[in-house]
């Protein structure tokens, strides 16, 4: 029946927390009153933003939390979601916001990942701080990151505590010393860049298409245009107990289908789009072929229609009145729609006209999911809530199909289609670099491939420790420098003259202590018994090395590596192709050709890039870590010789 069904997703979640400072003890009645207080006026200052935005799975909530241990009474919200990573990043926008207007606020943001803006700067975070010391560290104040430091020793800096912050210690840094905590500029570039173009951002991220739809549906989403989501991750996370439903419809009859202009966000659009899908021939449902100017209309409005359907069988159609809670009873509610009106919500419309009654229903409902949220075990689910709004929407089906001929135009998808390079463009921004200038014809056929043995000699030459390799971030870094003759005469003189002292392959402290100095370690420092005994070591070494060249010689190993002498002779297309047909000659000699490690390198390097196709591999992943981008492989040719019959 269809392809590529989704049976489940998890759930990814943000979670946020906004304190108060000076943090003063106090009456929790009167600690309630007054953090009640500024979710009214957050939730009304920001409303213009939040009403209309439509959220994939949860929206943006704040409510009361009291205080429990180390913990103070704070305001709190949680939201799923979910696959649109935006709906997090805009959340972060609005609570970085929050505490720009209301600077006595601190907030605290966090996901499954943890602290995860510090992943997002994880390029510009000083040294110190890793996932085991971060805790309760990270804080927007004042419209700004700050990051609470670390003292260097124990007793050095009195007001920092020796181990992570505990909340009530973090507010009270934070009061104490604003001005020292700010998290470096590069740190709040990051994250600023992951934000940037908030609140405009929002329309942008919107798409509006055509759907053939039951005309309940679009009654119910020109009330409710944020149901679009429930209902495309009904049919997203469908199963085939959820598709029992959709054999014959009983809420959503296909003869009921009307042309209507329906606003999704662009990952909705996606998810809805992405699915092949066909319906059952007994629900009615019947699409035009594909070449129709309207099939994809028509999809779209089967698809939905199947998702609604499935939301609306999962609820009785009897369920408790005591859900149908009445926003207006609320004591916050008169409170709430005055504030809006002081803040232009309604932008001067006629009070009682549609228009005005539509914003004034969203309002509604935005009060009643994010302000005055019930408890998880009252709250309507979206079933219910579209099954409520079919028996109070009064709605014409003659009138809707006349709006048809005054429908806007669609938006263009081409976004769904991005080419090679522009996929590359936005993941170049993503990741805050500036945009790779174009490689001309002529830059190609000129390209060093020295950058590519110079960048690998910088990144061997990089000190690694416990945690893995360090990248050098930017090409044109200086390598580390590293005397390696000085570096095996001291591993020599450990293994050579003081291995019988020790029984252990660890080094001690003061050894070790020595390897991450800076200090030049010389022959000349050592006893002449020493080093007469590391002299001998290292001769030892070299009649061991000579040994294996000449037995790796006769081998076919030898083979596989292009030699000085072969460059000479032959250029870079033979050496790196003919390697198998080379003459056995010099082999048996007493004297070694010297193999020439920076072309094989690059030829390797080259060999392993032209096997990707253009896709993503070791080698191209590797050179752009270290920053060298190379030029597309425009020659098709075979990299091994065809076979002879």
Not at 269 to 290: N, T
Not at 406 to 420: A, C, F, G, Q, V
């Amino acid at each position: 029946m269809e392809e590529n069904m989704k049976f489940a997703t998890v759930e990814d979640t943000v979670e946020y927390r906004l304190f108060l400072i000076p943090d003063k003890p106090g009456d929790p009645e009167e600690c309630r009153e007054i953090l009640q207080k500024y979710i009214e006026k957050i939730m009304t200052q920001f409303a213009p933003m939040l009403v209309p935005y439509i959220w994939q799975n949860q929206p943006f909530n704040l409510r009361y939390k009291p205080g429990k241990g180390d913990v103070p009474a704070h305001i709190f919200g949680m939201t799923k979601f979910g696959d649109n990573i935006e709906d997090e990043w805009f959340i972060v926008y609005i609570v970085k916001q929050i505490t720009k207007e209301f600077p006595e606020l601190v907030a605290r943001i966090e996901d499954n990942d943890g602290e995860f803006l510090l992943i997002e700067a994880a390029d510009f975070l000083p040294k110190w701080l890793d996932p085991d010391n971060s805790a309760n560290r990270v804080f927007f104040h004042q419209g700004e990151l700050c990051i609470i430091p670390a003292p260097k020793k124990s007793g050095t800096v009195s007001w920092l505590p020796t181990t992570p912050p505990t909340i009530s210690q973090a507010l009270s840094i934070i009061s104490t010393h604003p001005e020292k905590i700010l998290a470096s500029e590069s740190v709040r570039a990051a994250v600023n860049r992951r934000i940037r173009g908030y609140p405009e951002k929002i329309e942008a991220s919107l798409h509006q298409a055509h759907c053939f739809l039951p005309a309940g549906i679009a009654a119910v989403l020109k009330q409710r245009p944020r149901l679009v989501a429930a209902g495309v991750q009904a049919f997203y996370l469908r199963d085939p107990i959820d598709l029992r439903a959709c054999r014959i419809f009983k809420t959503f009859l296909p003869e009921t289908r009307i042309m209507t202009s329906v606003t999704f966000t662009k990952c909705l659009y996606a998810q809805l789009v992405q699915q092949r899908f066909v319906p059952d021939r007994r629900s009615g449902y019947k699409l035009p072929p594909p070449c129709h100017p309207q099939y994809r209309a028509h999809e779209l409005g089967m698809k939905l229609a199947h998702g609604f359907e499935i939301l609306c069988s999962k609820c009785s159609p009897h369920f408790s009145d005591s859900k149908k809670s009445l926003v207006t009873t609320s004591p916050l509610w008169a409170g709430f729609l005055e504030s809006l009106k002081k803040n232009d919500y309604f932008k001067g419309l006629m009070e009682g006209s549609v228009q005005y009654q539509e914003k004034l229903e969203m309002a509604k409902n935005y009060f009643q999911l994010s302000v005055n949220r019930p408890e998880s075990s009252h709250a309507m689910s979206p079933g219910e809530e579209i099954l409520t709004l079919l028996q109070t929407v009064q709605f014409d089906i003659e009138e809707l199909k006349k709006e048809e001929a005054y429908l806007p135009p669609e938006d263009d998808e081409r976004w769904l289609d991005l080419s090679p390079d522009q996929l590359d463009q936005l993941l170049q921004e993503a990741a805050g670099k500036k945009e790779p200038e174009p490689t001309s014809k002529g830059r190609e056929e000129n390209y060093d491939l020295t950058q590519v043995s110079e960048s690998m000699k910088a990144f061997i030459s990089k000190v690694s420790t416990h945690k893995g390799a360090e990248l050098p971030r930017e090409p044109s870094e200086a390598p580390i420098t590293f005397d390696a003759d000085s570096f095996l005469n001291y591993f020599d003189k450990i293994l050579g003259s003081k291995s019988h002292e020790s029984d252990s392959d660890d080094l001690d402290e003061e050894d070790s202590e020595c390897l991450d100095s800076d200090d030049d370690l010389d022959l000349e420092t050592q006893e002449p018994g020493e080093e007469a005994s590391v002299k001998g070591t290292l001769d030892d070494l070299k009649s061991y090395m000579a040994q294996m060249d000449q037995e790796l010689a006769h081998t076919s190993l030898a083979k596989s590596f292009t030699t000085q002498k072969q460059m000479n002779k032959e250029p870079l297309s033979q050496t790196t192709n003919d390697n198998s047909e080379e003459e056995d000659s010099g082999t048996g000699g007493s004297v070694m050709t010297p193999v020439d490690v920076d072309l094989n390198l690059v030829s390797n390097i080259l060999e392993s890039y032209s096997s990707q196709a253009g896709l993503a591999g070791p080698a191209s992943n590797l050179l752009q870590s270290m920053g060298v981008q190379l030029p597309d492989n425009d020659d098709h040719r075979p990299t091994s010789k065809p076979r002879k019959d």
